[in-house]
């Protein structure tokens, strides 16, 4: 009977799926979405318009305090040798202004800004402005080392060509330790050429940003389960965009996902035992702030939160990734067993590994919820070029994905609100930190402040 109705959801979702008109919505009419904007709070209106016209249950708004950020003046010009030549340059997320005049100096480009790196180049990077690429070590992770090092300020340019500055914080809901900005990939090359020919160049970067608290809100819809409401299914993902582009990719795609997997299971809700909560939540960009927020309001109920679905950025569907709970893989293999992705050169399957802590999963394994999240893969190769920009619009979007992702949501959450016994139990705190011990995860959260979990919580919400 059970993977009947199951199949009748993934066929829900196949022949009726609103997912790619929903996306439209939020990319091309609503547009950059960036927390504080306008454009948030058209995206909240509508969401939370969509789960009512749904019929979820208990569809509300869960506000929350945040620092929010907006840049007010972005300049970065050529001192010397080619003295009064503009590069255009995007500010870093909370980041601290510069004096008024700027601050001026040589440029040191590096290959990773990380820890080693700047250890092995300290005499270079001392008193000098750092240049580094996007990939592969996180601006968040960059900042705090540049600064530790006495960097006087970092720009980071992106990997790949198409003169474009790639946006993202310079650290987690707290002002940067020193001013950071966003190059092109041209840009970084034409200066490394400028000193490869005319010797040192020197650089003045003016950043005025504007950091002041707000509101934002995670939104919140239900289905209430018909023989254990107080047991919780979580699947979300975040709404909010940098101030640089719509965001169709990351992530209008992950929450239209999300946002279908709610409708097809509403249709089929008399056959959910357990509660399954879909949330859209807000300024994850600058800091997974939503998330932090939503652990923090129903902390009395992750005790009974048998999981959290975490979808972030769309793609082809190409597997489902697990974070603290091994015990959670039969489970999983065994849905993933009867998904079938179109394309997908490799069985569609579950793993465990070490969790990331860049998306709004991580606030929830910080507590010991078991966490999954839906992996993707771009279709398109470039498409993956294209994140944190303003060309991340919604002709890169993979429309078949969008409902493939929904389905698999809503196969994994059907599955899981009916079973007999919980599959995977909450973690403790020591058992959390003996799993990331020896990974880079916990150079990681040393740096983003982000660990015990309570630190965070007090850092983000209560002035700590």
Partial sequence: MENKIEEAIVAEVEARSEAWENLLVLADDIGMRVAGSEGEVQARDFLLQTFQRYGLDRVHLEPFEYRAWRPHREELTVVAPEAGRSIPCRCGGLSPSTPEQGVEGEVVFLERCDAEELAQRADEVQGRIAVAPYY?????????????FGALALLEHRNYAGALQPARTC???RVGDLPVASISLEDAEYLKRLQQRRGPVRLRLILDSRIEPKESWNV???????????????????????????????????VVAVVEAA???????EHLRRTVRFVAFGVEESGLVGSWAYTQRHAGELDDTWLMINNDVGGRPSGLGIAGAEDLLPFLEAVASRVRVDGLERPFGASCGTTSWGSDHFPFFAHGVPTVGLGTESVWPEDRFY????ADTADKVYPQGLSECAAINARVLFEMANLDERPARRRTREELEASFADTPLAEAVELLDLWPPERALARYFEGG
Avoid: M
């Fill in 387 to 390: 994140g944190h920009s303003r």
């Fill in 263 to 269: 409708r097809a299971l509403a249709v089929h809700r």
């Fill in 171 to 173: 650290c987690f809901q």
């Fill in 136 to 148: 592969p070590f996180a601006r968040q992770l960059k900042t705090p080392l540049a600064a530790r």
């Fill in 220 to 254: 919140v819809g239900e289905l209430t389960g018909t023989e254990h409401p107080q047991q919780v299914l979580v699947c979300g993902g975040h709404y909010d965009t940098w101030h640089v582009g719509p965001g169709a990719i990351d992530n209008a795609a992950g």
